[in-house]
């Protein structure tokens, strides 16, 4: 099992940048496909961006393709989530979760783990 923690939302100017961090817990978290998910309040849960256990591959839903990147440090377990250009529609709560599956899975349901969620405000 591993418990995740995100941190690093917080409020930003359209065009602007923020960085997104989760932190896992346990010693096997270079086991564990990683995703990054948001939630708009009244919409379902979008997914972001997904890497695997060795960061070699990384997958991105198209609306983020070019801004964001996902990066893991599997010495720190930790993966990140650097959001370039952001865009008011860019705001929500944003969750980190963890996969047993391999590959980038893009289905939440493909997560059993999650964090609590870090809220990005986008202002226009």
């Known amino acids: 099992q591993v418990q995740l923690v995100e941190s690093g939302g917080g409020l930003v100017q359209a065009g602007g940048s923020l960085r997104v961090s989760c932190a896992a817990s346990g010693r096997t978290f270079s086991t564990y496909t990683m995703g990054w998910f948001r939630q708009v309040p009244g919409k379902e849960r979008e997914f972001v961006a997904a890497?695997?256990?060795?960061?070699?591959?990384?997958t991105y839903t198209d609306s983020v393709k070019g801004r964001f990147t996902i990066s893991r440090d599997n010495a720190k377990n930790t993966v990140y989530l650097q959001m370039n250009s952001l865009k008011p529609e860019d705001t929500a709560l944003y969750y980190c979760?963890?996969?047993?599956?391999?590959?980038?899975?893009?289905?939440?349901?493909?997560?059993?783990?999650w964090g609590q969620g870090t809220q990005v405000t986008v202002s226009s």
């Open positions: 979760a963890a996969s047993l599956q391999l590959g980038v899975p893009a289905n939440d349901k493909a997560y059993a783990f």
């Open positions: 890497i695997s256990r060795s960061g070699g591959s990384t």
